[in-house]
């Protein structure tokens, strides 16, 4: 396979693999970096102390929306004290799908906490919105803030709301098998598109993802946009480094 040089998996649950080590090993093998999410504070803070410094890994700080009832006004406080140790903000966001319905009015009032009082602008967001997309690129709009919208299962007619309001879209191998998909890219423009592969919890020939799958996913959309795959990588690349410089 050509050699596509580096790429970034911009949402990977890298704490939950059985062997998070040997993940990440492979992943930089294959010159692929990570934004490890997390769901909590907590977990942050372990993750961050059980890799220590890697200059292919950055853990992002997560209040994910399915846990939102359970923070406390201490998880919270610990979410703020972790913000200068990371440059990235997820997983967080809304879910009002029939998981996480019942606690519309916690994930409501935790998100809001995320993008009013968490240093607006200083990192960039990787976002759940299943079963809220409205809600979630309202107020993504509403404060402006550099932002992916991860695994976007939404209405296609709420696309150009989200790239009005500057949003990134991250694609996984699991999205390919969609048929919704091609219609999906052909309404994100390729300059609003990274990569992710949320595994292990998305699943890609019948195993959980590896980061190293974005080789193939980077491929396929080359194939998609018409252009070789060296300029779809680089596109991607490009898509990485102008998201990071929104941030403050």
Same mark, same amino acid.
């Given at each position: 396979?050509? #050699?596509?040089?580096?790429?970034?998996?911009?949402?990977?649950?890298?704490?939950?693999? $059985? #062997?998070?080590?040997?993940?990440?090993?492979?992943?930089? /093998?294959?010159?692929?970096?990570?934004?490890?999410?997390?769901? =909590?504070?907590?977990?942050?803070?372990?993750?961050?102390?059980?890799?220590?410094?890697?200059?292919?890994?950055?853990?992002?700080?997560?209040?994910?929306? !399915?846990?939102?009832?359970?923070?406390?006004?201490?998880?919270?406080?610990?979410?703020?004290?972790?913000?200068?140790?990371?440059?990235?903000?997820?997983?967080?966001?809304? #879910?009002?799908?029939?998981?996480?319905?019942?606690?519309?009015?916690?994930? *409501?009032?935790?998100?809001?906490?995320? *993008?009013?009082?968490?240093?607006?602008?200083?990192?960039?967001?990787?976002?759940?919105?299943?079963?809220?997309?409205?809600?979630?690129?309202? !107020?993504?709009?509403?404060?402006?803030?550099?932002?992916?919208?991860?695994?976007?299962?939404?209405?296609?007619?709420?696309? $150009?709301?989200?790239?009005?309001?500057?949003?990134?879209?991250?694609?996984?191998?699991?999205?390919?098998?969609?048929?919704?998909?091609? =219609?999906?890219?052909?309404?994100?423009?390729? #300059?609003?598109?990274?990569?992710?592969?949320?595994?292990?919890?998305?699943?890609?020939?019948?195993?959980?993802?590896?980061?190293?799958?974005?080789?193939?996913? /980077?491929?396929?959309?080359?194939?998609?946009?018409?252009?070789?795959?060296?300029?779809?990588?680089?596109?991607?690349?490009?898509?990485?480094?102008?998201?990071?410089?929104?941030?403050?």
């Amino acid at each position: 396979m050509t #050699d596509l040089g580096p790429l970034l998996d911009s949402h990977c649950h890298l704490g939950a693999y $059985d #062997d998070p080590v040997a993940v990440m090993d492979s992943a930089a /093998a294959a010159n692929v970096s990570l934004v490890a999410v997390t769901e =909590s504070p907590e977990e942050f803070r372990r993750l961050k102390t059980r890799l220590g410094r890697r200059p292919t890994i950055e853990v992002a700080l997560g209040l994910h929306p !399915l846990r939102a009832a359970s923070f406390r006004p201490a998880d919270i406080a610990r979410f703020f004290r972790c913000m200068p140790q990371t440059r990235w903000i997820g997983e967080v966001g809304l #879910d009002f799908s029939q998981h996480g319905i019942a606690t519309k009015k916690h994930q *409501l009032r935790v998100f809001d906490i995320v *993008l009013t009082e968490a240093q607006p602008g200083r990192h960039p967001l990787t976002v759940h919105s299943r079963g809220a997309e409205t809600e979630v690129v309202n !107020l993504l709009s509403q404060v402006q803030l550099p932002a992916v919208m991860h695994w976007y299962t939404g209405p296609l007619k709420l696309v $150009d709301d989200a790239l009005a309001a500057g949003l990134y879209f991250s694609v996984n191998p699991a999205m390919t098998r969609s048929k919704r998909f091609a =219609s999906f890219i052909a309404n994100v423009p390729a #300059d609003r598109i990274l990569l992710e592969t949320d595994g292990p919890y998305a699943k890609t020939s019948g195993r959980p993802a590896q980061p190293t799958d974005l080789k193939s996913l /980077a491929n396929q959309l080359a194939i998609a946009w018409q252009v070789a795959p060296v300029d779809a990588a680089q596109t991607l690349r490009r898509n990485h480094d102008r998201l990071r410089s929104m941030a403050g």
